[in-house]
């Protein structure tokens, strides 16, 4: 969707009293001439990175003191925060499900991971040291549900964090995700992140969906872990492969490849899915009847 049309949309979202409010945050991110516990203190720092975060609780959030599963839900690729924001009803989501949901800005290519070429865009780490104890301190987090997803880039993304952070989230969830980053070397802007393939081979594969998935010393059972992707949709070959790889490796995972393309239509037609498998999730339901409930 092009800045214009997003815009538009948006405006008449708001005015149509379809949007709910929400918490928007401006957190200091990064700054390659701060560490990160100095980054509130530095009003200064101009080389400051600032991450808009969108955050959304259910309509009952501030009339209790109860505290809900959260869901980070991130962008694709050329997006950022405000893209599930002016595309899906994000607050029907958290009123629904019961659940804390944040949309953080991933910088339209940051790939979510630690930049070889931008000193300014160590993304996973100020995710780690800065999105997360944010959340957490602010806001009433079920510490035993937490959970992510995302689209294209997004679900790479989310993939990635989920398992190379064993432990922090109990799901994850992935729509068109490009789950093998290795197989589009020259797309997208990765080489800019991660340096030339050719010769960082290792620094790929450690951020790459399918070769952590390959890597994966923890506790496979503990894994719960969802993809979804269209077959007319080019990521479908990666999303395949990984879907074989958790198979052979035993990991509890659903593979769901439908009818769909590489497109918003496709994205905001499975979002809810990915919401009903995280609160069965909660639930302590098994994969086995999550997947008879979702039919699958």
Same mark, same amino acid.
């Given at each position: 969707?092009? /800045?214009?049309?997003?815009?538009?949309? =948006?405006? #008449?979202?708001?005015?149509? %009293?379809?949007?709910?409010?929400?918490?928007?945050?401006?957190?200091? #991110? #990064?700054? /390659?001439?701060?560490?990160?516990?100095?980054?509130?203190?530095?009003?200064?720092?101009?080389?400051?990175?600032? &991450?808009?975060l969108f955050i @959304?609780?259910? !309509?009952?959030?501030?009339? &209790? &003191?109860? !505290?809900? /599963?959260?869901? @980070?839900?991130?962008?694709?690729?050329? %997006?950022?925060?405000?893209? $599930?924001?002016?595309? @899906?009803?994000?607050?029907k989501l958290a009123d629904l499900y019961k659940m804390i949901i944040v949309l953080p800005d %991933?910088?339209?290519?940051? $790939?979510?991971?630690?930049?070889?070429?931008r000193k300014e865009l160590q993304y996973e780490s100020a995710f780690w040291k800065r999105v997360v104890p944010f959340i957490e301190s602010k806001y009433?987090?079920?510490?035993?549900?937490? =959970?992510?997803?995302g689209l294209s880039m997004g679900g790479h993304g989310a993939i990635s964090f989920y398992l190379k952070k064993e432990g922090y =989230? !109990?799901?994850?969830?992935?729509?068109?995700?490009?789950?093998d980053i290795t197989k589009f070397s020259g797309n997208w802007g990765i080489k800019k992140r991660l340096g030339d393939y050719a010769k960082n081979k290792k620094v790929w594969e450690k951020n790459s969906a399918i070769h952590l998935l390959k890597s994966f010393k923890g506790k496979k059972d503990n894994? !719960?872990? =969802?993809i979804t992707? %269209?077959?007319?949709?080019f990521a479908f070959g990666v999303n395949s492969s990984f879907a074989k790889e958790a198979a052979a490796r035993k990991i509890p995972h659903i593979n769901l490849a439908d009818s769909g393309d590489h497109n918003w239509e496709y994205w905001t037609s499975h979002?809810?899915?990915q919401f009903q498998f995280f609160s069965l999730v909660s639930q302590n339901k098994s994969m086995k009847d999550i997947k008879k409930i979702l039919k699958l």
């Open positions: 969707m092009r /800045p214009a049309a997003r815009i538009l949309l =948006f405006l #008449f979202l708001l005015f149509a %009293g379809t949007l709910y409010s929400q918490d928007s945050v401006n957190l200091a #991110f #990064f700054s /390659p001439k701060a560490e990160y516990e100095q980054l509130d203190k530095r009003k200064d720092d101009k080389s400051t990175i600032i &991450n808009k @959304y609780t259910p !309509k009952e959030y501030r009339k &209790n &003191n109860t !505290k809900y /599963p959260l869901v @980070y839900l991130l962008h694709g690729w050329a %997006g950022s925060s405000y893209d $599930w924001k002016v595309n @899906y009803d994000i607050q %991933g910088y339209y290519d940051s $790939w979510y991971v630690n930049s070889s070429d009433r987090v079920d510490e035993k549900n937490r =959970f992510i997803t =989230f !109990k799901a994850a969830g992935s729509m068109s995700g490009i789950l894994l !719960k872990i =969802f992707c %269209g077959k007319k949709d979002v809810e899915k």
